[in-house]
């Protein structure tokens, strides 16, 4: 699988406080620029949206320090999303037969591993949904 390698570098701070604040302040200048759900425009799925809402509700459902983990690698994330053609790791999802789940590796300015997820349907080939970003575990 190619890796993707970002310009963007991981927010860097301790604080889950600091953290947040540099993410959301992120995700509201890309909520600017939509005029209903946001969402960033993939290279790889031919400049088809990928929607945020799944991203939060899933990143809010994990502890204190994984979230802080997670989110420290959003801008990274969303660098991938927008600007990668390499092919992802695609596998049928396990609980819903028409759901197609796409993991794309990348690796962050300062050479951090790290992965995006992006939940696809079946059946409306045009709705994508930004599931996880994550690092690599070490």
């Known amino acids: 699988m190619k890796v993707y390698k970002t310009k963007a570098k991981p927010f860097a701070g301790t604080s889950y406080r600091e953290i947040k604040k540099k993410a959301v302040g992120l995700f509201n200048e ?12 993939s290279a790889y799925f031919d400049k088809q949206k ?13 502890n204190f320090w994984d979230q802080m983990r997670r989110m420290k690698f959003f801008p990274c994330g969303i660098e991938l999303i ?6 992802p790791i695609s596998k049928d999802n396990p609980n819903k037969t028409n759901e197609v789940l796409h993991r794309f590796a990348g690796v962050s300015a300062d050479g951090q591993n790290f992965f995006v997820q992006i939940k696809g349907d079946r059946k409306k080939k045009s709705t994508k949904w930004l599931i996880s970003i994550f690092p690599e575990e070490k």
């Open 50 to 62: 990928v929607f945020f809402e799944l991203f939060w509700e899933h990143l809010f459902k994990k």
């Open 82 to 87: 927008e600007k990668t053609r390499f092919e």
């Open 30 to 41: 890309t909520r600017k620029n939509t005029k209903r759900k946001p969402y960033v425009r």
